[in-house]
């Protein structure tokens, strides 16, 4: 059950059909992978949400698809990454490994976070491709608004020095009819003046305000009212009864503006009457009346005008508080990143420490070689270093024997003591020395064999590795296949590049060709319409003109039987290279089945073999 659990997600059963060298369809399994399936779906729809709908098609690849939405992304991005990246569908295995090491190469800096191997895109593992094209996706995104928002000030920049919107130009329009009517009621609330102070001598400064603000019936708060001069006297009894009431300087303000007004009427009735005021105050009531209105309604018309341009505010608003936003993502991204650095510094201390540590000890390493170097150098010393050399390599070779021999020895004695402890309790007799040496010189001797078969067998084991290296040199068969795939692509590049640089060649040679006979033609009509006038003329004219049109229709009829024939010509060419177009194909057809006869023949060989080994 716990098998069946780990391998539940990776299934068989897709059958899948590839062309093989000799161009016939084979198929296999493929195994699909339930994870990377769900990956590759979220990355399609996650590349069409911005805007990627090639890969909408599904007559392309997975692997077209991803790369392609890669590289539209990093297009689209707006970034300079110094990398020429050019992505063609249906693209061979060089272009595609090209493709995705430039790909790799940009992400770096593009300031990805995320790391990417070519391996990983050309093998399709969508786990690790997705949050990539996921950020490419993002950065993309960030661009084109980056983009339209300068594209948007960019006209708006350009229309406002040229163009004009309606309610621009509606309101160039009402400008004039509004500035009249403002002028008028300026005009109609002038100041007026409606009474007449009389001429008085001497009086203040503020007497003189107050009566002329009265002439044009304005009435201010109340003044002052104007002090004088107390003696010690009028001081002391201020103070003992406290000074006057605030309530009594307004009155007596009141009644003396009341005064002047009266004044001011007497003296001015003798040139207006009441009356004529009166009928005066009602014609200005009317005409205030209906310039209050038109007021109204064009102070009403330009408050609508001033919500419509302020809708463009509105707009810039919003896009302000959408970059604040971002703004304030992008400081909690700073903020997480610099308690992550908080947290990883104690371990980059711990790091530091080391590698300060190794790089002491490295130094002190080179300065001891340093110091070796020197001393072998000195050629004084050569000799005695060599034989130096030679002595600890005997050493270390002895030492090690001694080791092996020491445990080989104990091992044996506790054998032998086993043995022997076994022996006496059975009941066997000991062996004397004589019979052990005996058996000690047939057990030297066994063992000399066994060295000469030993060494002979290392002899053949090093002829047979040489043989295998041999061997390896030469490829094998799915390299030699591979080889030729590779050929064959190759092969196909260039024939269709000089199958394409051939029409260029025919096309340039027919246009040359038709030029060459529509200027000829060209030239007889202007021949002919020169002379047809001077022709007309007379007689002799016409006649001549007559035999040149004849000589010119029997060369226009020879020139067609010539390209007829040359028609012909090309034609039985053309014939002939088909019908030897047709054999070499069938040629081929039989080199193909041969080696596929070869295959299955070689294929039951190793079979026979195999079994014949078995």
């Keep these: 059950m716990s098998t069946r659990k780990v391998f539940q997600r990776a299934q068989r059963g897709v059958k899948a059909v590839q062309l093989d060298a000799d ?30 709908f090639r890969a909408r098609i599904k007559g392309l690849s997975p692997f077209d698809k991803i790369v392609g939405g890669m590289t539209w992304c990093i297009t689209s991005s707006n970034e300079e990454v110094d990398v020429d990246i050019l992505f063609e569908e249906n693209a061979s295995i060089g272009q595609r490994i090209a493709v995705t090491e430039k790909i790799v190469a940009a992400l770096p800096r593009l300031k990805c976070p995320l790391q990417l191997e070519p391996h990983q895109i050309q093998g399709l593992d969508f786990i690790h491709i997705f949050p990539v094209v996921q950020w490419l996706v993002r950065k993309a995104l960030e661009s084109r608004e980056e983009m339209m928002y300068a594209q948007r000030c960019r006209a708006l920049f350009v229309f406002e020095r040229s163009g004009k919107t309606p309610e621009d130009e509606e309101l160039e329009k009402n400008t004039p009819a509004a500035l009249t009517s403002v002028s008028s009621v300026q005009l109609s609330y002038a100041p007026k003046r409606v009474l007449k102070a009389p001429d008085v001598g001497e009086e203040d400064e503020e007497t003189r305000v107050q009566c002329t603000l009265l ?16 003696d010690s006297k009028s001081q002391v009894k201020a103070a003992l009864t ?34 004529a005021l009166g009928e005066m ?30 809708g463009g505010i509105a707009a810039h ?11 304030e993502v992008l400081q909690k991204r700073i903020e997480k990143a610099q308690a992550k650095i908080d947290e990883l510094k104690p371990k980059y201390d711990e790091a530091l420490a080391v590698a300060t540590k190794a790089a002491k000890y490295s130094k002190r390493m080179d300065k001891e070689m340093a110091k070796l170097d020197e001393i072998e150098q000195d050629e004084a010393n050569k000799e005695s270093l060599e034989k130096l ?13 001694e080791s092996k021999f020491k445990a080989t020895c104990v091992s044996e004695m506790e054998s032998l003591e086993e043995k022997i402890e076994k022996m006496k309790g059975s009941g066997h007799e000991v062996l004397d020395d004589d019979r052990v040496a005996t058996i000690n010189k047939q057990m030297e001797a066994e063992q000399a064999k066994m060295g000469k078969i030993k060494n002979l067998i290392t002899k053949r084991n090093r002829e047979i590795a040489t043989r295998q290296r041999q061997i390896d040199e030469y490829p094998s068969r799915s390299e030699l296949n591979q080889y030729q795939r590779r050929f064959v692509e190759l092969y196909g590049q260039v024939s269709a590049r000089l199958r394409e640089t051939k029409q260029y060649y025919l096309m340039y040679n027919t246009s040359t060709d038709t030029k060459q006979v529509l200027s000829r033609e060209v030239s007889l009509l202007d021949s002919i319409q020169e002379s047809f006038e001077m022709a007309m003329k007379s007689a002799g004219g016409r006649e001549q003109l007559l035999q040149q049109m004849q000589k010119i229709s029997e060369q ?10 040359k028609k012909t010509q090309e034609k039985e060419n ?35 073999i195999a079994r014949l080994k078995g």
């Design 574 to 608: 053309r014939d002939e290279i088909r019908d030897r177009h047709l054999k070499l194909v069938e040629k081929e057809r039989l080199y193909h089945q041969c080696v596929k006869d070869y295959g299955t023949e070689c294929a039951k060989n190793e079979a026979l």
């Design 317 to 327: 608003n919003r896009t302000i508080a959408s970059l604040e936003k971002q703004h």
């Design 556 to 565: 226009m009829i020879q020139n067609r039987e010539k390209s007829e024939e």
């Design 242 to 275: 406290g000074g006057e009431d605030e309530e009594d300087l307004v009155a007596q303000e009141e009644r003396r503006v009341k005064a002047m007004m009266k004044r001011m009427n007497q003296l001015g009735s003798s040139d207006v009457s009441t009356s």
């Design 389 to 401: 050399r030679a002595l600890l390599a005997q050493i270390d070779k002895l030492k090690d024997q």
């Design 23 to 52: 161009g016939n369809e084979v198929e296999f399994d493929v195994r699909e992978d339930e994870e990377q399936d769900v990956k590759l779906n979220e990355t399609i729809q996650l590349l069409l949400a911005a805007g990627y």
């Design 215 to 230: 002439e044009y019936g304005r009435r201010y708060g109340l003044s002052k009212v104007p002090k004088k001069k107390k």
């Design 281 to 310: 105050a009602g014609i200005q009531s009317e005409e205030l009346k209906q310039l209050a209105e038109e007021y109204n309604r064009q102070a009403a018309e330009i408050a609508a005008e001033k919500e419509k341009q302020e």
